[in-house]
Nanobody, 124 residues
Framework: QVQLVESGGGLVQAGGSLRLSCVVS????????SGWFRQAPGKEREFVAG????????YYADSVKGRLTISRDNAKNTVYLQMNSPKPEDTALYSC?????????????????WGQGTQVTVSS
């Protein structure tokens, strides 16, 4: 059973920084690609960033390019989302997801494992 646990959310001022973490309890973490998604109140869940199982391929939603950075530490079974200069429109529940494949892409249906999410609120 693969479980994902996010942490690091909270209240941050616009222009500040925040780092989200996601610990993936998989025996073979390097076989799993990961992604971050977010859902704001009244909106559908949307893709934010993805990283391949090897870490060599990274891709982002256009709305966050240059501000958010995804990375992974295979020794710690952890995926990170560094949020630099966040904006109020980045306010959402951020969820980590994993898929046992190389590059699952941007569609949430391609990810089979999900965490509970961590709330990020960006104040102006």
């Amino acid at each position: 059973q693969v479980q994902l646990v996010e942490s690091g959310g909270g209240l941050v001022q616009a222009g500040g920084s925040l780092r989200l973490s996601c610990v993936v309890s998989a025996r073979t973490f390097t076989e799993y690609a990961s992604g971050w998604f977010r859902q704001a109140p009244g909106k559908e869940r949307e893709f934010v960033a993805g990283i391949s199982s090897s870490g060599r391929t990274i891709y982002y939603a256009d709305s966050v390019k240059g501000r958010l950075t995804i990375s992974r530490d295979n020794a710690k079974n952890t995926v990170y989302l560094q949020m630099n200069s966040p904006k109020p429109e980045d306010t959402a529940l951020y969820s980590c997801a994993a898929a046992r494949t190389i590059i699952p892409g941007k569609l949430d249906r391609n990810y089979g494992y999900w965490g509970q999410g961590t709330q990020v609120t960006v104040s102006s």
